[in-house]
């Protein structure tokens, strides 16, 4: 693993229309990447970190240079970093997987208490069903349709 810090500048940035820049400065940092690693354009990944820096003034105002670390890992693909952005994003992933490993703690220790007192809960219901006598039902009297119906005699 190759690790470099460099400052890319982006004066042929401004040479372009001002609609253009933004795209021509991340053109500019995968060249400047591949140039000075030594590899294809097509191997170089820019992070998010610069591709915001690279647009937090619009498309039409790209900073005029920006100072990354630049990152080429075994597999043959590097990357431009923001300078700090690694350990940034290391840090907040430890303390998201913290805050996640804290969530399934305190499930857990509901989970843990919630079948004990659903157990309590059970057991005088079942002394109930016991207590009372199942009811059958009693079948029906003939079928209604088989019996003609009585007008009512007035009187």
Not at 8 to 36: C, G, Q
Request: charged content about 35%.
């Amino acid at each position: 693993m190759v690790e470099k810090i460099c400052i890319i500048p982006f004066r042929k940035a401004y040479e372009a229309k001002r609609t253009k820049r933004m795209a021509k400065s991340a053109k500019l940092v995968r060249e400047y990447v591949a140039r000075h690693m030594k590899m294809g354009i097509e191997d170089v990944r820019i992070s998010a970190g610069v591709n915001h820096a690279l647009s937090e003034h619009g498309a039409a105002k790209p900073p005029r240079r920006l100072k990354v670390k630049i990152v080429k890992g075994d597999s043959g693909i590097a990357t431009a970093w923001l300078m700090d952005e690694q350990e940034k994003n290391a840090a907040v992933i430890k303390k998201l997987e913290e805050k996640k490993k804290a969530m399934e703690e305190k499930k857990k220790k509901a989970q843990a208490a919630k079948p004990a007192a659903s157990k309590q809960a059970e057991k005088p219901k079942a002394q109930e069903a016991k207590a009372q006598p199942v009811q059958q039902a009693k079948p029906a009297e003939g079928n209604m349709a088989q019996k003609p119906m009585q007008a009512a005699k007035p009187q």
